[in-house]
């Protein structure tokens, strides 16, 4: 008996060979579960590639162009004199997948949704920034978010057009809509199942509500061309909408697999049982080059702004040690001194970085903004690893008592995450080599720990990014250099120049205008060198080169690994 | 005897309380910072802290807290996973069965190789079978299942391309479901593919399972076949196995009706053992082999930190741990006629 | 009695060496290589500064020592040498980092660093010096291993010996928390208090041993009933010793030996354990010395490159020999106890 079972555990294991994933069939491998399928709450690249597959914006970036805008479903849209006016004209012919016909109702109803939730885990903050004038939901401020605020700010007209009403001009409005966050969904199948039914009347009980488990996040209806079939524990099962309204798309199902493990994945890759997989650092492409079938498409610009955090006003005593110069420790306002800023901008090895840890494949960029972004300047000045100017700067500092008495500095990076950690490593060996009283000691902390305690102002120095929720340079440059901004707490400066220069930019419509302010900004940031940049690593892509049409439309802004919606794209054999 | 059931199960609810007390407890070490960013998925989500620890309590004292939580519990709701996106027993009852469904195939080999590998060994003790046992067993015994998961992994699919991929289905088996849509009856997807008449579907999902099983089988196998190796060896040296040899009976009857079956006695008594390596081992190898149970989930739990998920599965472990020790002692006195239950 | 002849001790030692127990160890061949294995990680760990020695770059380790050169640190004049030995700074338990390449070098090839050319006798893994690696991690392994053994030890048998000598409610109090801990997979327990409390080799052993006293405890206390229930306590009693002398001088012994070989084994397991912790992602502080470290290192690089399948099998290879090898030797050395001290085994 036993002899017969294990032949039949053999001839199970070594069973039929193992065809690779059907032609109509696209196959996606994820490394985590993403949390929802609502619009409403999604933001987090992982549901966004679900998302902004079901479910359609009004606009949407045009190609490969992160700047350049072309409409969904709107067909076209004006804007006011004043700016804050903007009235979109609203594409027919257009169903849900519940059947239901796509209205002005629909878009109204999502947009307010977004305003009237505003989860504090979801996008939605900088929509109503923008329509609202403030981040905050009904239950934060109860004063500046009311219905009749809603209401005014997004209604259709008589001529069944969406008229959205700012309460300024935001040249950053446009590009905000094309967030997958601010997707149209269908009011009556929604309000059937039990979301809010877009009334007065119960606004008030959605007001913050999480909507990551919704039953629309269950059962979602969007115009997209592909409709949820199943979503199991691991696996997700779309299949192509035969009513969409741009033609019915040629792949026929789409399969994403939750696939923890990275060498499994690769693995699936490898084989041909998944077309794209979320692949891990640029150093697993030694793995993947060559391999038949796997195409490498390299040289994807970056998104992420990241830098290194010098703290003017460091909050956390056991973070200071002696809180002298005495070489035991550091004074709170350690980097309000500009030599020392200058110090540590000229100890990290940006080509050592670049060499090792990105493999050659890194940009040094000059602003804390992705180079493809508007208001990009190449020609701002950056910092060289440079260990004279740094030990001369080094030795300006607060009057020269820093090089006689060395210090203690307590840096800390995010546990697990190697980037960061070899980033802070290459600037401790550096900075020590220069003097041997300089001491940098590093911490890892974990996440949740490092992002408040930084939050707070506790933090000495950390590295960490930021990744655009829209294509507009203001969500990187008042983010990191206002004193409002978000990041401001973790830095603690206050710049005259630069807060006027971002605040004039938010109110400027003339590009060239605004462009030459973000080059400003620019600059003094440089002088200043309240950061130390982080080089830009080159993003690429590995799939299975019988997919079709990858690389044509390849965007950047779009939340999933395909770079793409999956309706561009096509099979060998199709 | 059902008084005997009845006054163990009853123990089961104060077991559980006193962990969820000394988890609740042990969060407390956290700052209430620590505990909302479990609610946080990326770093722009952070703006919100504060408002996320006002909106769940995550400030007030541990007994509020506590009491909080057990009200919650006790209404059966057991919190939301951030690692799974779900309520933590919505989870459970998705995932549950899949774990099931690799154990029960998983004790295939743990019963049939462990207790035939271990019989032989024991029947020929100190002969070339037995030595071989004994490295065998050591060997298996002290590869980490996280190891042996990944080179099984790379050998058996990367390599030799003999084993499927991760997961549970091919590509177009997950096809194959959409056109005929297998209904969830027990939650395991073989059993349930096999009642609605999917062929396809079941080979393929037996397929997928080669590998986890014998990642997360190995190490409680060589267990097995100890035990069942040192039963055996102590039963044979029994007065009533000599008996019967001097009886004359022919050595098979005499290895297989009385000595075997003796032996078997003692191995039930490691049955907790094996639920709870099995639990432990579904940690790792369904993460590895991406099979969709509440082992993946746990091991998620813990690197998100999503403390209502890993309450809810230290709560889960803990009562299939008191259940499974209860079902052992129940066997146990079945077919020992010596134990009595007072 | 103080100053024992040598020839008597000799004879003792002749006596123990040809003892029953002995000599089946010895004739067990397994067991010895067992011992072997053991007796290799111990000197591994003692003489780690020697067989691999702190680097002049990758790490502060000479710096926290007081020298500036490896060979100076490794002058026993130097007193950076007994440092080393003996009380080596946390710097050099921070694997030494060659460069900061993810992608691994393989063993013995040369790499270019600002010290002049390196040779890492097992290659790298992201960076890191996988000999170092294993060598001080064979410290950390025995330090957590002997630590948590040792407090498991001190609190099981302390609170065994309570709870079956008094008996009563601390009794009851007592087994109803080793009921608790019973009620979970070790393993899930360790989880669930490391993942809350942080990673720090403090933490990590402080799970292992809150989760592992319990079965210590439970021997010592079913060895007390028994013991308890012999006449010649009775008689002890009777003669005026005191609770505490009895336990110490009669129940403790008795049930060593079942203890002995549970922490053996467990001695072999505990490192096991904290690498699966690693693997999870829970376990030390990134660029620790520590084995589990250095397998989920591995974990990316267990594919080779399209030309050689194997490419890196020296990530993983070394690593997990190391882990195999140490909780093989616990394990025999466990084993070959069992079987020698069993009475019934022959």
């Known amino acids: 008996m036993r002899k017969t079972l294990l032949a039949g555990a053999l001839a199970l294991a070594a069973g039929a060979a193992f065809a690779a994933v059907p032609n109509n069939t696209l196959v996606i491998m994820h490394g985590s579960d993403y949390p929802t399928l609502d619009p409403g709450q999604t933001y987090d690249t992982g549901s966004g590639e679900l998302v902004e597959n079901i479910y359609e914006t009004l606009v949407t970036y045009k190609g490969k162009s992160v700047s350049e805008l072309e409409g969904l479903l709107a067909t ?29 109702a629909d878009a109204e109803y999502s947009l307010r949704r977004n305003l009237v939730t505003n989860n504090h885990d979801s996008g939605n903050w900088f929509i109503a920034e923008s329509l609202l004038g403030t981040s905050a939901n009904a239950a934060d401020d109860p004063q500046a978010v009311t219905w009749a605020k809603i209401s005014n700010a997004v209604k259709c007209n008589a001529q069944g057009q969406l008229v959205l009403t700012l309460p300024a001009r935001d040249p950053a409005f446009l590009v905000k809509l094309a967030y997958t966050g601010q997707a149209i969904v269908d009011k009556k199948h929604a309000a059937s199942i039990g979301e809010w039914d877009g009334t007065e009347a119960t606004w008030k009980q959605w007001v913050g509500k999480d909507l990551t488990d919704s039953n629309l996040s269950k059962r979602p209806s969007g115009t997209g061309a592909y409709m949820l079939v199943r979503r199991d524990t691991a696996t997700t099962v779309l299949r192509a909408f035969d009513g969409y309204w741009g033609g019915k798309p040629k792949i026929e199902n789409v399969i994403v697999q939750t696939v923890a493990e990275q060498a499994a994945r690769l693995e699936a890759l490898k084989k041909g049982d998944a077309d794209f997989v979320e692949t891990g650092p640029r150093s697993v492409l030694s793995q993947l080059q060559g391999v038949p079938g796997v195409k490498i498409y390299d040289g994807i610009p970056n998104n992420v702004s990241s830098a290194i955090f010098m703290n003017q006003n460091i909050k956390d005593p056991a973070i200071l040690g002696s809180g002298k110069l005495d070489g035991k420790g550091i004074p709170a306002n350690f980097f309000s001194d500009v030599n020392v800023r200058k110090a540590f901008a000229y100890s990290f090895d940006y080509d050592r970085y670049i060499k090792e840890v990105q493999l050659g494949k890194g940009t040094k960029r000059t602003m804390l903004l992705p180079d493809m972004f508007f208001g990009y300047d190449p020609k701002v000045k950056t910092y060289t690893y440079d260990p004279k100017q740094a030990a001369a700067f080094f030795r300006k500092a ?19 995450n190697v980037a960061s950690q070899t980033a802070m490593e290459i600037l401790k060996a550096n900075v020590e080599k220069l003097n041997p009283k300089f001491k940098v000691e590093l911490q890892a902390k974990p996440w949740s720990e490092f992002l408040k305690s930084s939050q707070e102002g506790k933090e000495a120095m950390i590295l960490i990014g930021w990744a655009p929720d829209y294509a507009d340079p203001d969500n990187f440059l008042y983010t990191f250099y206002h004193s409002k901004g978000y990041y401001n707490p973790r830095a603690n400066f206050k710049d005259a120049l630069l807060d006027k220069l971002l605040d004039q930019a938010r109110q400027t419509i003339d590009p060239a205008k605004r462009k030459a302010l973000y080059s400003q900004v620019g600059q003094r940031a440089y002088e200043q060198s309240y950061y130390i940049l982080m080089p830009a690593g080159i993003g690429f892509l590995a799939y299975q080169d019988r997919v079709k049409g990858v690389e044509e439309n390849y965007n950047i802004m779009a939340s999933g690994i395909t770079g793409n919606v999956w309706r561009l794209l096509s099979k060998a054999g199709l | 005897m059902t008084a005997f059931i009845l006054r163990r199960l009853m123990a089961l609810p104060l077991v559980l309380l006193a962990l969820s007390l000394a988890i609740v407890g042990l969060m407390q070490t956290l700052s209430p910072a620590e505990r909302a960013a479990a609610f946080v998925t990326n770093e722009n989500q952070l703006r919100n802290l504060e408002a996320i620890i006002r909106e769940k309590g995550l400030d007030q004292p541990f007994h509020v807290q506590y009491w909080n939580w057990l009200r919650e519990v006790l209404q059966g709701n057991l919190g939301f996973s951030k690692a799974s996106n779900k309520p933590v027993i919505d989870t459970i009852i998705e995932r549950f069965p899949a774990t099931v469904e690799l154990t029960l195939f998983s004790l295939l080999p743990i ?26 067993t050591v060997v298996t015994n002290n590869i980490p299942t996280f190891v042996l998961g990944i080179i099984l992994l790379v050998i058996f699919y990367g390599l030799l391309g003999v084993a499927p991929g991760p997961g549970q289905l091919s590509p177009e088996n997950q096809v194959n479901l959409i056109i005929n849509p297998v209904p969830r009856v027990t939650g395991m997807l073989s059993i349930d593919a096999l009642l609605a008449g999917n062929w396809p579907v079941f080979w393929d999902v037996l397929h997928h399972m080669f590998l986890p099983v014998i990642t997360l089988s190995t190490v409680i196998t060589a267990g097995m076949i100890k035990v069942m190796r040192s039963s055996l060896i102590e039963v044979l040296s029994q007065d009533y196995v000599r008996t019967a040899r001097a009886k004359g009976l022919p050595e098979r009857t005499v290895n297989l009706k009385h000595a075997r079956r003796n032996a078997l006695i003692p191995v039930a008594t490691i049955g907790g053992f094996v639920v709870l390596g099995l639990l432990s081992g579904a940690l790792f190898t369904e993460t590895i082999f991406a099979w969709p149970g509440i082992g993946s989930w746990g091991a998620e739990t813990a690197t998100r930190f999503d403390v209502p998920g890993l309450l809810g599965f230290a709560l889960l472990s803990g009562i299939l741990t008191v259940l499974a020790n209860l079902a052992v002692d129940i066997i146990y006195a079945l077919i020992d006629p010596r134990v009595r239950f007072d | 009695m103080s100053a024992v002849p040598a020839t008597q001790s000799a004879a003792r030692r002749d006596t123990f060496w040809n003892s029953r127990v002995m000599r089946r160890f010895r004739r067990n061949r397994l067991a010895v290589f067992g011992f072997f294995l053991v007796c290799m990680f111990l000197l591994v760990a003692l003489f780690a500064p020697l067989l691999a020695p702190p680097p002049p770059v990758g790490n502060n380790c000479l710096r926290d020592v007081g020298a500036t050169t490896t060979a100076e640190a490794l002058t026993p004049t130097h007193s950076g040498f007994w440092r080393l030995m003996f009380a080596a700074p946390a710097s050099c338990y921070q694997i030494a980092r060659i ?8 063993p013995l090839k040369p790499i270019a660093t600002e010290a002049g050319e390196v040779r890492p006798v097992f290659g790298t ?29 001190l609190i099981g048998i302390t609170l065994g010996a309570i709870s079956g000598y008094f008996g009563g409610w601390v009794d009851n109090v007592i087994q109803r928390l080793i009921d608790v801990i019973f009620a979970f997979p070790s393993l899930i327990l360790v989880i669930v208090i490391t993942s809350l409390l942080g990673k720090s080799l403090n933490f990590i052993i402080l799970a292992f041993v809150l989760v592992g006293w319990a079965g210590y405890a439970r021997i010592v206390r079913g060895e007390v009933l028994k013991t308890r229930s012999l006449e010649f306590v009775d008689g002890a009693r009777a003669l005026g010793a005191s609770d505490w002398r009895i336990i110490f001088r009669h129940v403790i012994p008795n049930s060593l030996t079942a203890i002995t070989v549970i922490a053996v084994l467990d001695l072999g397991a505990i490192p096991l354990s904290a690498a699966a912790l690693s693997f999870l992602g829970i376990g030390l502080p990134t660029g620790y010395t520590d084995w589990g470290q250095l397998i989920s290192f591995a974990r990316a690089w267990i594919q080779g490159t399209a030309e050689n399948r194997l490419e890196y099998w020296y990530v993983a290879f070394y690593p997990a020999l190391t882990i195999i090898l140490f909780g093989l030797g616990w394990n025999l050395l466990g084993d070959a106890l069992r079987d020698a001290l069993d009475p019934r085994e022959r």
């Open chain 1, 76 to 104: 076209s849209w004006n804007v006011s004199g004043d700016g804050r006016t903007y009235t979109f004209t609203l594409r027919k012919g257009v169903k849900f997948h519940s059947g239901n016909e796509f209205t002005c």
């Open chain 1, 398 to 416: 607060f009057g020269g008592q820093l090089w006689q008495n060395g210090f203690v500095l307590r840096a800390s990076y995010r546990a697990n």
């Open chain 2, 111 to 136: 019963l049939g190789f462990g207790i035939w590998l271990g019989t032989r060994a024991g029947l020929n003790k100190d002969r070339f079978i037995d030595q071989f046992t004994r490295v065998f």
């Open chain 3, 99 to 106: 460069n900061f390449t993810q992608v691994p070098s393989p």
């Open chain 3, 125 to 153: 893994s992201n960076g890191y010096d996988v000999w170092y690696g294993i060598i001080w991690g064979t410290r950390t392994a025995l330090k957590l291993a002997i630590t948590v053994v040792f407090f498991q030890l």
